[in-house]
DNA sequence: TATGAATGAGGATTCATTCAT
DNA sequence: AATGAATGAATCCTCATTCAT
């Protein structure tokens, strides 16, 4: 955003490097120990097996930081939905559920991961996490709409936001213990339900 | 409820009560104003119009203020609910509707406070958030056990829970610009179709 | 010293208010119970059951009660060596040992004491220890030209303020567990030995 | 023993190293000019012409700092102790007054350093200072187990902790511009009488 | 490129002391 | 005389960041 942090990160197209890699996991890494507040960049450096000079090598702020963790995370997130494979028999309760149950197999920590992310300071965080979401959006839209159901909504767009965001909200506060199967069923059946209309032209039960 | 609940000293004088309030309000502010991590305790003295010794007269730490923060909200935010007198003749969307109109109407700003308390180091906050919630799924509870309609859950409890989470999520991340009463018919709709069995029966329309 | 202080300290001659009694108390309890640093003036007053406030008007600053604190344990010492009986029989290890004892009993915690009363800003403070080391070496002095024995020292001024300070090193590092009657058995014989000329004559074995 | 030992962060680079020369230097230079009291973390490290953050580079906090001045100065004084010569043809006095006339060789602002020391809170510190006294009461062990004369002591442990807090106590109550040859002749009849047997057999005069 | 020593502003908190009531 | 609310300088310590090697 600032003419200089554009030019302090050199190594823009290198985000492959192993050190930037040991940077990110171990930053997650402390985020799921301790907090964002406990996190600190010379921390996340040794876990790395990193100096902090390399750190700032790579990254230009400790957001920067929060940024790649976050990157990595909703891709690996977008992934492991992407790989569900939508059967057409399924109603469209079980493929949300399905759905819901990957995004917990492709990382088990995300929900504390993504409390712990919130801590950071909103300024330029808030849009990050947006933009994450809005992918999710679409990817959940483009579901919807090769469904044979037809839905029960006034403007999809806002009833995709509402739901993304109640998701998240359930994900973030789920409670360590949780099975996921249990909360997959239940998040499914919420956003079934808010989406098809309800009444005697059930989709589910054909008579 | 209180905020004046677990101060350090409690204060015996008026003078001292202000003194209290001034603190929380500064707080409440200044988080809504910036972040968790830009307000800090002197600042919130600044804003407050009193030295931070003041400050540590009333409050152990910098958690305790926003414990008494939360505790403010949290209680305007059910005394909001009460007040909402239950129309018998409402359907229960209507009912939810009029609820979580109410918890805006209670306080604007609640939705972004609770962001920026969320930042807080979790520790020893979760715990107190979770039971302002547990407060919160207790006044539902009432609510729906109080209606005609019967509910088509397995697990109240759980149901609860999820619904709270996902009504957090969606307030926390409702966008500034809003209406208010756009998403309190969402919510009630999520809210509702979810508790409620689909089906032939619908209980809006007694038919 | 400073001439703001004394006329502070109106209430000069009523210093045996209970009031004046009680804070002197609770800072000694509470250097026993901690430190010099964790024994603050609001701590002190609370523990006296008695208001900030009051605390300063008997006594100009924090220093002044500590002085107190130390009057009152020079002066309770000195009382119980006075009324130590002096047996013309005795020896002069016995009768040093009889003194020795009698600081123990006049106040079991008062080696604490001074060890935790030493943590004081020296400043203004070393003076008045000086003091009071001086009243015992009068004492002592006082003790000894009534002996029968002929002491062996060029300088009895440098040799008793030796002893003094010697009897304080020790004292004050007593381990808490340690007999009393070990210890001044101890101390009357590294007196009685310094003092006393070695040879020959001994006082104590008569043949 | 070494001042390096239980650093944060060892030195691995010799800039570093006189840092932390510099800080306890700086540390020990205004313990001797003022006070505990008035030894603040920020002073030293304005003295020792580095930042405030170089010294919890080092130090894990104010308590290490002092740690390592006492190590320092208790290192050089067994070093001066160990550098004694013991002349064979030397009676038991004269080779203590030697060896604590090294004492004050080793440095002369030892006896003053140590009294500010001991402001330090009790809490860690006081196991530390019974450490270094311990490691001399087992120097002089070593000494005495090698002279002719028979001492006349039933517990030698006991006597070798009364001596060395005896001898604490005079130092550290030592007055400024106390000749250090008188003082070492008085501790050194202190502590010979105190452990040989007096009688007719006098060990320094073979007669 | 990598290192890690150094920086110093800023944060939370304490505490002796004052003064209006 | 007594109270206790209020003060604010000062303290210890952290942490993102820089830069000489």
Redesign the interface.
């Known amino acids: 955003m600032d003419a200089r942090k554009k030019l302090k990160r050199k190594p823009k197209q290198s985000r492959s490097t192993a050190t930037v890699t040991a940077i990110v996991d171990a930053a997650a890494q402390l985020l799921l120990r301790t907090?964002?507040?406990?996190t600190s960049t010379n921390r996340i450096a040794e876990l790395a097996g990193v100096s902090i000079g390399s750190v700032y090598q790579y990254f230009a702020d400790k957001n920067e930081i929060y940024d790649a963790v976050l990157d990595s995370y909703s891709s690996r997130l977008v992934t492991g939905l992407r790989a569900v494979t939508p059967d057409p028999a399924m109603g469209l309760q079980e493929t949300l559920e399905a759905l819901v149950f990957s995004v917990y197999s492709a990382d088990p920590d995300g929900p504390l991961l993504l409390?712990?992310i919130?801590?950071?300071?909103?300024?330029h965080f808030q849009e990050k996490l947006q933009n994450a979401?809005a992918q999710i959006a679409e990817f959940l839209r483009g579901v919807l709409i090769r469904r044979p159901e037809s839905l029960d909504v006034s403007d999809l767009n806002?009833?995709l936001?509402?739901l993304i965001?109640?998701?998240?909200?359930?994900f973030?506060?789920?409670p360590v213990g949780q099975d996921p199967r249990?909360l997959a069923r239940?998040?499914a059946?919420?956003i079934a339900?808010?989406l098809?209309a309800?009444?005697?032209a059930?989709p589910r039960t054909a008579g």
């Open positions: 907090d964002y507040q406990s409390r712990r919130r801590q950071a300071p909103d300024a979401k806002l009833s936001r509402i965001d109640a998701v998240e909200g359930i973030i506060n789920a249990v239940e998040l059946r919420l339900r808010y098809l309800p009444g005697p059930r």
